[in-house]
């Protein structure tokens, strides 16, 4: 009987092998049988003899000795250096194993054919130890070079090869699936359109059927009333026939010739009233017409225009948004630009557009998506605080390019415009203490250096100047509108209310000798003038005429009470507000009503209502200005730093539409417009 043996086999892979055996621990290169000889030290372990050299001239200057790499046991020098180690006959006998294996995967130098390849990370070139471009991998500059054996790097690029090719399929699977996926959306899509074609000529037909049955049931109630017309005919020439034909009866036995002649002129009547009714009372005449006007050609054309489908060409994924400087309070928007798969932007709108605006904290922050109609869409947002904001914004539930975005929400708000600098020319101002808008936002400024009023436009450009009549000497302080389109001006040096026309002709003057130091000027909508004295701290309430009705206030830190009036300004419903240190409200005739701020800090330079009621002020404190927005009920809501800008003694200022604000900056001679909501 023959006897089998069983032989096992072990599969050794081989670049494990070569990297667990064959290569240097210290420096990761393959040993060769020249510079990377294998050295056995007496620890046992194996270091290449280009690492020894390195390490034994680093350690061994004063003891001698040195560590091993890779244990760190203390290693003795022998006499004759590093080439008196012997060699590690196991590794050379397994290099020459491998070597014989593996002959024909080694690469091998086409010019020095018994070096290996070596691969330089750094200049991305192949070469032996032997060539002439190796001069820059040896010596001083080889730290600043990965250098590893040829056969490591094509390992290395294999993997990183077979890395990348799996990506890609990731992503190829992945695009499959979107693709896939939308082909299925497309399904829906489709089923979805056609049920609700289906509903909407559904109502079209409903339509007309409802036509059709009102025309039909028009002719049954014609023939209703003409039936009974003729059927009414016919009662009435059947009671006459039977009338007669009673008269008739008896005649052949009537032997007196009065009643028979009687009998004949009565039949002579009745054959006239049967001529009459011979005549049918109503015809049989019903036609149907549809061809008697346009109404079917217009049927025609409704039903040819009826119904849309909306289709669309753009490519989310090329769809961009542009993020606008966003500051808390004001009204900011970003702007979304569609374009198609080619990159051509879209004309036109009603793509599917979804926005989603949130805070740091994940709360959503309310948005309003405007259709601009030519491809782009706006998203309207009005933030309540400065920070970070993260919009994500998709179309067709497809991201549009770089969504989510980023918005910083900044808390400065900086002048949109500034109007003017210090001098006396036509665009220069000296001491601008006060302002205010007319019709079609035209800007009043009492320019007080300069001893007039210049009239600008929105965007700054100078209209025409007004005076001197009233802003003699340098001394005008306060500013209003009249109901009639009119300027009134206060003048603290001749103490006179002044109103000027448009045109800068003086209207009437008058004053009182109650005037000490009027500092401002406000007139209601019964074109009463009101003045506020800093110097009697008082107010005082003149008629159309100029004649004082009224005068309320005295010095002090009570309620209706004046400790240094700065300004005052007419609100809803002809309220008069005070400013001082803080804001006191009075009715119309000058009754206290209630006091807004009472800060204790800084003193207020101007004030301001706008149409919505909320209270604007300048502030001045520990050199600190600014513009103060506050509800119509007087608590504070933000207010305007003018970061980049800053105000300096900020005096009048007003409001123009779409919550836009001028400021007479006293202090920088100038006019700064801002945007407040």
Known sequence: MMSSTLVETVSINYEDFNDSFLTCGTCLCTYDGTERTPKLLPCSHTVCRSCLERIV??????????????????IHMPQGGVVAFPPSFIVNQLLDLMAQQRRDVIPKCSVHTNQELLFCETCDIVFCSLCLDCGTHSG??????????????????????????????????????????????????????????????????????????????WVRKIKEEKKTILKEQLDLIQAEKEKVQNE?????????????TKKISDLNEKLDTTSTLSEPRENSFLRYDYKHNDALREIAKAVSNFGHISVSTTFPALSTAKICPTTAHLRSSVRISTVDYHGNPRLNGGDPVVVELRTEKGDLVETKLKDNDDGTYDVLFLPQKPGKLKLCASIFNRPIRDSPFSIDVSDHINPVGRFGSRGSGLDNFSQPVRICVGSEDTIHVLDTGNSRVKVLSQSGEVLRIIGPEGLEGQSATGLSLTPDGHLAVINWRTKLVSVVSPEGELVRQFTNPGFLEPID?????????????????????????GNLTTTFGSRGDKDGQFKLISALTVGKNDEILIADHRIQIFTKDGKFSRRLVDSGKGHYGGITVDSSGHILATKTEKGRSYVQILSGGGKPLYFIDSHDDKLKRPSGLAVMTDFRLVVADLGNDCVKKYRYK
């Open 57 to 74: 001239a680093a350690q061994t200057l004063d003891t001698g000795s040195f560590r091993c790499p890779i244990c760190r046991e203390t």
């Open 140 to 217: 001083r500059g080889a730290s600043e070079h990965t250098v590893i054996p040829f056969a490591i790097a094509i390992k290395r690029m294999s993997e990183i090869l077979l890395f990348k090719a799996h990506l890609c399929i990731k992503n190829l699977n992945a695009a499959y699936d979107a693709v896939s996926e939308e082909l299925r959306q497309l399904e829906l899509s489709v089923d979805k359109t056609l049920d609700s074609i289906n509903r909407s000529f559904q109502d079209v037909i409903a339509v007309v059927d409802r036509r059709r049955h009102e025309c039909l049931q």
């Open 248 to 260: 008739c009866d008896g005649l052949q036995y009537q032997v007196e010739v009065r009643n028979i």
């Open 521 to 545: 000027i406000a007139v209601n909508s019964r074109g009463e003038v009101i003045v506020a004295d800093a110097g009697a701290s008082k107010i005082f309430i003149f008629d159309t005429s």
